[in-house]
């Protein structure tokens, strides 16, 4: 049986306005036969030549809007499309990131009444080898240890234990050591309960494939001596099932979407010998609509979402309870930095954030994540943020870091580094204006020393804090995956701000004259 799964996050969305409906086109004499027309406009037309010429005229102009008034097929439309590949897509690449990504405001934190009216998803029952074999075979998924612990509760993770001495004591149940790369399970187990899920492929909108691509392959990508075919074998299994779909044929994939549980890059690999699966260039994937916990920018059908954090909560009141408890928190400290040096790469930045932390240590609280310091099991990173008004944020292996969902869940402000940490990333899920709830800091300017961040911080007024910290606040709906099959009772999560997303994006799809 498959692991239930519940995640929900409030967060206003933007009201997106429908195009006005042209007034109906009046047709009435139009469609009159041309002997009728002539008759009635041209009582006079007495010569055959005349009459022959205004005739075949006429039949024309109804032909074009016969013809006019026919919609295209989302097929036809579709082929007019500019690939993202294209010349034209490769000049966007050097321009500013406001470019790649338009900014949305957030949803509305509040779940209005479903009539499913976005439309209705059908939930592939994919061989049971590509998701509920894999977290059976949980203890073969790491090369050192067992997941199994990681994939237990519905996903979720072991309760978080011990964690009473730092959050209120009634919302510590709320909280698990939840494995950063788990998306997979918590999606799949949460739209087999979605209100809007159909066992009736011809009445839906959206197909997911319930693919766990990041379990797949997560197992192949610390083994040096893994080859490409093993880390492509699940996901080549999957597109030849998928593909054999008559719904997949349809319409090319367009409507179908599904979630890899890691970054987009573990499934890019562009040649044999190098890092990860090649999943997202085969051929069938071209399409699909893929949730990742990091993007590809400049790919439209990559779609970042967060990290799972440790916090999901039960009910409404849970996250109304936490949004008061981080709201009203004392925090000692001006800004902190959790995190491990790279002591092997040049120009590590992470040691430099570190040293410049404990320079600084009447402001700042460093928290030294060498070895595993800071893995699930230890609140110790948590009661961190809590304590401080503003939390660095470097980029982790790749651009993003779990790190930065942690310090928003605790109402600490991110200070980001790198635009594509977060501003290219979670467009659904951030405010539009990044000035509004982080502080974005030059790192070439801290590297040379030209730019002091507790001096750029310490120029915020409490007033301008209290604001941005309050925005942060107001979007932690967003942010947590509630444990709830059903989601919460009111209030918008990450899930239900996915599936909002996808079927928006599905409808807008097929509309005229759409480009992404």
């Not at 409906?21 to 030549?49: G, I």
């Not at 977060?422 to 300017?445: C, H, K, M, T």
Request: hydrophobic share 35%; glycine share 4%.
């Amino acid at each position: 049986m498959l692991l239930p799964l519940s995640n929900a996050s409030s967060s206003p969305e933007p009201q997106i306005k429908k195009p006005k409906t042209p007034p109906d086109f009046q047709r009435k004499d139009s469609f009159k036969s041309p002997k009728a027309f002539l008759a009635a406009h041209y009582p006079s037309c007495n010569q055959p030549r005349i009459c022959l010429f205004l005739s075949v005229f006429f039949i024309q102009i109804l032909l074009l809007i016969a013809f006019r008034s026919l919609p295209l097929s989302s097929h036809h439309r579709r082929q007019h499309f500019p690939s993202p590949f294209s010349t034209r897509h490769h000049r966007h690449l050097n321009q500013t990131v406001t470019t790649i990504t338009t900014a949305t405001t957030a949803p509305s934190t509040v779940k209005e009444e479903s009539s499913c009216e976005s439309g209705k998803i059908f939930v592939y029952d994919l061989p049971s080898a590509l998701n509920k074999e894999l977290v059976s075979n949980c203890d073969e998924l790491n090369p050192w240890s067992s997941s199994c612990a990681a994939l237990s509760n519905d996903g979720f993770g072991p309760v978080a234990t011990g964690i009473s001495s730092v959050v209120p004591e009634n919302l510590s149940p709320a909280w698990y050591w939840t494995d950063q790369f788990v998306t997979e399970i918590l999606v799949h187990n949460r739209i087999l309960n979605h209100k809007c899920r159909t066992q009736d492929p011809n009445n839906a909108t959206a197909f997911y494939i319930p693919f766990y691509a990041g379990l797949a392959v997560g197992k192949f990508l610390f083994f040096n001596n893994s080859s490409a075919k093993e880390r492509d074998f699940h996901c080549e299994m999957m597109l030849k099932w998928v593909q054999g779909q008559p719904y997949f044929q349809r319409n090319e994939g367009w409507d179908h979407f599904m979630t890899m549980g890691r970054i987009s890059w573990d499934f890019r690999r562009s040649k044999d010998k190098d890092w990860g699966s090649s999943c997202i260039y085969k051929p069938g994937m071209r399409n699909i609509t893929r949730l990742l916990i990091e993007r590809n920018p400049w790919d439209y059908f990559d779609v970042g979402v967060p990290y799972p954090t440790g916090f999901h909560p039960r009910q409404d009141n849970d996250v109304v309870q936490w949004q008061d408890f981080v709201r009203n928190r004392n925090r000692k400290n001006l800004f902190c930095f959790a995190g491990a040096k790279r002591s092997k790469f040049n120009n590590d930045f992470r040691g430099l954030l570190s040293n410049h932390c404990r320079n600084e240590s009447d402001s700042c609280r460093v928290v030294d994540c060498a070895g595993s310091k800071c893995s699930n099991g230890t609140s110790l990173i948590l009661e961190t943020f809590l304590d401080s008004a503003f939390c660095l944020q470097p980029r982790g292996d790749s651009f993003t870091r779990r790190s930065i969902f942690d310090c928003m869940i605790a109402g600490s402000i991110p200070v980001l580094f790198w635009k594509r940490s977060a501003y290219y990333q979670y467009e659904w899920f951030l405010p539009g204006e990044p000035e509004s709830y982080s502080v974005f800091i030059d790192r070439n300017e801290v590297k040379n020393g030209t730019t002091s961040i507790r001096k750029v911080l310490e120029s915020y007024s409490e007033d301008k804090i209290r604001r941005m910290r309050e925005k942060v606040i107001e979007y932690i709906p967003k942010f947590v995956y509630a444990r709830p099959q059903g989601g919460l009772e009111t209030i918008k999560d990450a899930f239900d701000v996915v599936i909002d997303g996808v079927l928006r994006r599905f409808k807008e799809q097929e509309q005229p004259g759409y480009k992404w």
